[in-house]
């Protein structure tokens, strides 16, 4: 059995990033003899710039035919201003690869390696020696996709409108309180109940399907509550379930408390079995963007995109020791005291992208 991987650059830092994540997936294939094929397609401003769309219908249908998809990053300034705006980068090629993917269930779990507590943007009694939560982000429904949206005829109103059904609410429930369940058994789910319509519906539906795991203790918090609690006492989350727009917003706030936006990686993951019934379809991409000001100066930091493939190799290839020794690799090179610039700190001397990523390959073949 040979697993297919598409692999999706991008724009920006995405080329290096994912350089670095194809050499540490081709050496842990290697090491568990995984079988695997690799294919890379166009996607974002540059496949704007090649094809006239960001998102061309082969990149598409490459993720299709595959198990998993690796992705770098997408946009940038030069496309920001792009016309339609339905064919800029974000809107035109990420948003519609996670809907047509059908990739509902975002996972961005939010790690702090021990030897990063110095880079926390909180204070060290505050994070402590460690911190790890997982955020469930819903990912193709909410105020992203609904209908209508756009501007009035006059120019003079803006619309987008915020719609969650009951199946929407009751999967992304199900992936949350079956992931309390792999960890320690607490589920938050986060809503705007005291104003919204969507949130009252969803605390009602997340109740619901509650019944079926009396083993998770579920709480409830609104979303502006729960972005000051993750900065006050985030220890007290372990698997926090939320919709499309509050994820986006909670992930990148709970992503700084590990040290860096450039740490954090992510799956997306449908309901789609892999070819080979290993696992489940997934896209894997680091939680950061194209990040244009540092591109092409090998100084991204590649952790957050190595970290992915351990996602991949764990949801999509079903190979969890395969996950752990990426992990683990990753773990012992932060331990030895390497680090790229964005975790340095003001003492050391970082590493650039390319040595960082050696790193962990050293690591891995140890
Ligand atoms: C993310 C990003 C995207 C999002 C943008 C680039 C459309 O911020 O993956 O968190 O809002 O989902
Ligand atoms: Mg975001």
């Given at each position: 059995m040979t697993f297919k991987i598409a692999v999706l650059p991008g724009d920006g830092i995405g080329p290096e990033i994912i350089d670095q994540a194809v050499n540490v997936i081709g050496a842990v294939a290697a090491r568990f003899s995984i079988a695997l094929e690799l294919n890379s397609a166009l996607v974002g401003g540059i496949a704007y710039d090649a094809t006239?769309?960001?998102?061309p219908d082969e990149t598409l249908e490459l993720c299709r035919n595959s198990d998993a998809v690796l992705l770098g990053a997408v946009g940038g300034p030069k496309w920001d201003?792009?016309?339609?705006?339905?064919?800029?980068?974000?809107?035109?090629?990420l948003l519609p690869l996670r809907r047509e993917l059908g990739l509902f269930a975002n996972l961005r779990p939010a790690t702090l390696f021990r030897a990063l507590s110095a880079v926390s943007s909180l204070r060290s009694d505050i994070v402590g020696d460690g911190l790890d939560l997982l955020v469930v982000r819903e990912l193709?429904?909410?105020?992203?996709?609904?209908?209508?949206?756009g501007r009035s005829a006059d120019g003079l109103t803006a619309t987008d409108t915020c719609v969650y059904s009951k199946s929407e609410i009751e999967r992304i429930a199900v992936v949350g309180f079956e992931a309390a369940l792999k960890r320690g058994k607490k589920l938050c789910s986060v809503d705007k109940a005291n104003v919204l319509e969507t949130s009252r519906f969803w605390r009602e539906v997340v109740i619901e399907v509650s019944s079926r795991y009396p083993q998770v203790e579920l709480s409830h918090m609104l979303v502006d509550n729960c972005a000051m609690q993750l900065v006050r006492n985030?220890?007290?989350?372990?698997v926090i379930v939320t919709e499309n727009m509050f994820g986006d917003i909670l992930s990148d706030e709970a992503s700084?408390?590990?040290?860096?936006?450039?740490m954090l990686p992510s799956a997306s993951l449908g309901s789609t079995p892999t070819a080979g019934g290993a696992g489940t379809f997934g896209l894997y991409e680091p939680?950061?963007?194209?990040a244009p000001d540092i591109a092409?100066?090998?100084?991204?930091?590649p952790l957050a995109t190595i970290l992915s493939c351990a996602l991949l190799f764990r949801h999509s290839l079903g190979a969890e020791d395969a996950a752990v020794v990426i992990e683990s690799a990753v773990t012992s090179v932060l331990n030895a005291g390497y680090r790229t610039a964005d975790i340095a700190g003001n003492a050391d001397v970082p590493l650039g992208t390319v040595e960082m990523g050696n790193k962990v390959l050293e690591a891995l073949l140890a």
């Open positions: 006239g769309h960001p998102l201003s792009v016309q339609p705006a339905s064919l800029r980068p974000e809107v035109g090629a193709t429904g909410g105020i992203y996709f609904g209908q209508p949206k985030p220890k007290q989350f372990d700084m408390l590990t040290g860096s936006l450039g939680i950061h963007g194209s092409g100066k090998n100084i991204a930091n």
